[in-house]
């Protein structure tokens, strides 16, 4: 059909300009809008399933028999034409989930089957479905058409969308529920350490050290469980190292926002850094630590020309410990005893980032390795946030803390000629 029948059919305003607030007076009756909505996609999955192929002329033919009786408005019925067609043609039932700013996570089982992580809790969306298997694989397609990814490459396929949202797909065979799509929205990543600050992620005493720390080149890592905020804190560490500094990053998907000059951007694999090393870095970030680049990052870490700060899919700092271990004795075959010692000369700071049940964003703790009297490698706590209890309201009740002990990394920044943060330990002293 062309151009001019569609706007014969509907009658359309080609000079109209829309607007998101005209929206509030389309379609005033939300119930009639979804009726005719449901209506209309459930006559084209039956065209669908007779094999007939879904053309623009049938989707009219489709709305025209669907509406006849309704005293809809030119507005109206546009709306109406607006929300089949990116049904059928742009990212279907998806469009408005990828919209919502409260939708974290879309989660596509099947054809009638949509979860969405929102506020940390996955719910079931009973309100949009798909037409059938087809038409998710159609949207799939739309999805990957900025990318030289083909749907029929892979049983499985994981990418980044052009707004930074990571796109699983996996289809049959391995899948057996037909094409399943996981995405993973993008949220814009926090690179400030004042605006975190402000956020109540940490304290201004707790920003001032561990900038001082980044200034020193101190080797930091990062742990947290998905969606803490790894990425975002690692990005904001990152912007407060020297102007003077180059810095090679290392990620498998390009979240990182680091505002320097001199930044060099690697994809991960297992010779990467390796790679890193030949083109002259004085800062070295990786996003996402793999088990295979372990050892490697352990061992730039020992070098003290170049300090490393990277993040751990890890819930805590002793879970870190526990698998740079393993993953160091395995790769160097020595023993554990050699490995502690090797990681206790190598890594200056552990930072824990936590997504509590509240919604928010927590450092939980900052502590680092130290050795006990019997000489045994110990985990020092410098900073901590306590938990008191779960308010009412749904916020966490709890408290920053500084613990009563001067720490290894202190001295080490102050031997850098950095002083700005002796106040913070002096009553330690």
Do not use: W
């Not at 053309?55 to 089949?84: A, P, Q």
């Amino acid at each position: 059909m062309s151009r001019n029948s569609l706007i014969k059919e509907f009658n359309l305003d080609v000079n109209y300009d829309y607007k998101e607030d005209d929206l509030k007076y389309i379609f005033n009756n939300k119930e009639e809008l979804e009726i005719l909505r449901r209506n209309i996609l459930n006559e084209l999955g039956n065209q669908s399933y007779k094999n007939i192929t879904i053309t623009k002329e049938l989707v009219l033919d489709v709305i025209s028999e669907k509406t006849r009786g309704y005293n809809l408005s030119n507005l109206e019925r546009n709306h109406l034409y607006n929300i089949i067609n990116e049904e059928i043609n742009g990212y279907g039932p998806l469009s408005s989930l990828l919209k919502d700013d409260n939708v974290e996570e879309i989660m596509v089982n099947s054809y009638n089957e949509i979860y969405a992580l929102v506020d940390g809790k996955i719910v079931r969306d009973n309100s949009i479905s798909f037409i059938n298997n087809e038409h998710i694989i159609r949207t799939i397609k739309k999805l990957l058409s900025n990318s030289n990814i083909k749907l029929d490459s892979s049983n499985v396929i994981e990418t980044t969308l052009s707004d930074g949202s990571l796109l699983t797909v996996v289809m049959p065979p391995v899948s057996v529920n037909g094409p399943v799509i996981n995405i993973k929205k993008f949220n814009p990543v926090v690179t400030d350490m004042d605006e975190l600050v402000k956020l109540g992620t940490l304290t201004p005493y707790m920003a001032r050290f561990l900038e001082a720390a980044v200034k020193a080149k101190l080797n930091i890592i990062i742990s947290g469980g998905s969606k803490s905020g790894k990425t975002s804190l690692l990005s904001s560490l990152a912007n407060l190292s020297s102007d003077y500094s180059r810095l090679i990053t290392i990620s498998p998907t390009d979240e990182l926002n680091i505002r320097k000059n001199n930044v060099v951007n690697l994809k991960t694999n297992d010779n990467i850094i390796k790679t890193a090393l030949n083109i002259h870095p004085n800062t070295l970030i990786i996003n996402n630590l793999s088990k295979e680049l372990v050892s490697s990052s352990i061992d730039v870490m020992v070098d003290d020309s170049i300090n490393v700060m990277e993040t751990c899919s890890s819930n805590n700092a002793l879970e870190v410990i526990n698998f740079l271990e393993s993953a160091y004795v395995e790769q160097k075959n020595i023993a554990s005893k050699i490995a502690r010692e090797t990681m206790y000369n190598a890594i200056d700071l552990i930072v824990t980032i936590s997504k509590l049940s509240d919604n928010k964003h927590r450092i939980t703790s900052i502590l680092e390795l130290n050795k006990n009297q019997k000489g045994e490698i110990v985990l020092k706590e410098i900073f901590a946030f306590k938990q008191k209890k779960l308010l009412d309201s749904g916020r966490v009740d709890g408290e920053f803390q500084l613990y009563k002990y001067i720490p290894r990394a202190y001295k080490k920044i102050s031997s850098k000629g950095i002083d700005y943060i002796d106040d913070i330990f002096d009553s330690l002293k």
